[in-house]
């Protein structure tokens, strides 16, 4: 995708919006299956193929949504072996995503599955409905640039055939209330110096690195800490307006030669240690991963 957008053709199968779609762009070599889970046949009669992908079973679930996503390396096969478990019958929506190429190989389908697993799990309002979280395994660089290039197109599709399983700002049900509440969260610049905390602590997270300390009501980020210019998926809106905010504030400085992530140029009051980190890291965490240092593990230098 690029900034210019692209065009996304959806194929309605009939005249109801609701029933079976398929989602595709020239951009990607990616198509999603949409449809009533009680009409799998159908989705097979579509031309869904018996290879490798990944799929997302969708329903209501205790005012949430309640979201079942696998991969597979026969999608038809697992997805009549879960239309065979009476305890997988109250789901409404079945998403199915395949390749028109090789290009979707076992491996892909596995990080793409881990990946959405992370997306959903972090996003208010979902159940994960799981026996076990797959883990985004390692891979090099370049093809993480690839793979995330993927989940990218995937996310696309899959929102334009209908699903808001992955979607930050859908709220379903009545959960959109308690989210922005739980949102709810105070970050301002401190114009003050600080001096040598006992309490201190740091954050280290995907390349950047991070200090600050406790205080009352809330946390402070040091200036001189490390900021991820790049953003999560699952970051949702309000905290992503709070580091605008910094930026707008102009605190946050370029570092020549370096192209991920800003110096902090002020110190940073956050009214939670959770949003201090999400400030810092631009990702989407469900702890705040700050560790305090050890006082006795600082160096001094005599001179």
């Known amino acids: 995708m690029t900034a210019l957008g692209t065009t996304v053709t959806i194929h309605y199968r009939d005249a109801a919006l609701d029933a079976l779609r398929t989602a595709e762009s020239r951009i ?11 009409d799998l ?6 031309g869904l193929p018996p290879a490798h992908g990944i799929y997302l079973l969708t329903g209501p679930a205790s005012g949430r949504l309640g979201v079942r996503p696998g991969e597979a ?10 239309a065979s478990d009476p305890t997988k019958a109250h789901y409404a929506e079945v998403y199915a995503l395949s390749a028109v190429d090789s290009r979707l190989t076992k491996s892909a389908c596995r990080y793409l599955e881990a990946r959405v697993h992370e997306i959903i799990g972090a996003l208010p309002g979902r159940t994960l409905e799981v026996d076990r979280m797959p883990v985004v395994g390692d891979c090099p660089p370049f093809e993480r640039d690839e793979l995330e290039a993927l989940l990218a197109q995937a996310r696309m599709l899959l929102h334009a055939a209908g699903c808001r ?11 959109a209330v308690t989210a922005a509440i739980a949102d709810e969260g105070v970050v301002e610049v401190r114009d003050e110096i600080s001096g040598q905390i006992e309490d ?15 205080t009352d009501g809330g946390f ?8 991820r210019m790049r953003e999560g998926a699952a970051l949702l809106a309000g905290v992503s307006g709070r580091r605008r905010l910094l930026a707008d504030r102009g605190v946050l400085g370029e ?22 980190a999400k400030i810092v890291t631009g990702a989407h965490l469900s702890r705040a991963p700050w560790q305090r240092i050890n006082p006795r593990a600082r160096l001094v230098v005599a001179r």
């Not at 399983?165 to 959960?175: I, K, Q, R, V």
Request: with cysteine; charged share 25%.
């Open 255 to 276: 570092l020549p030669g370096v192209t991920d992530r800003w110096r902090l140029l002020a110190n940073v009051f956050c009214s939670s240690s959770l949003l201090a």
């Open 165 to 175: 399983a992955l979607d930050a700002s859908f709220l379903p049900f009545e959960t």
């Open 73 to 82: 390396s026969d999608l038809r096969r697992r997805l009549l072996e879960h």
């Open 220 to 227: 402070v980020v040091r200036a001189g800490s490390d900021v």
């Open 41 to 46: 046949q159908r989705l097979f009669d579509a």
């Open 200 to 214: 201190e602590h740091e954050l280290s997270y995907d390349g950047v690195w991070a200090r600050g300390y406790p």
């Open 28 to 38: 990607s070599p990616l198509r999603v299956y949409a449809g009533p889970w009680s």
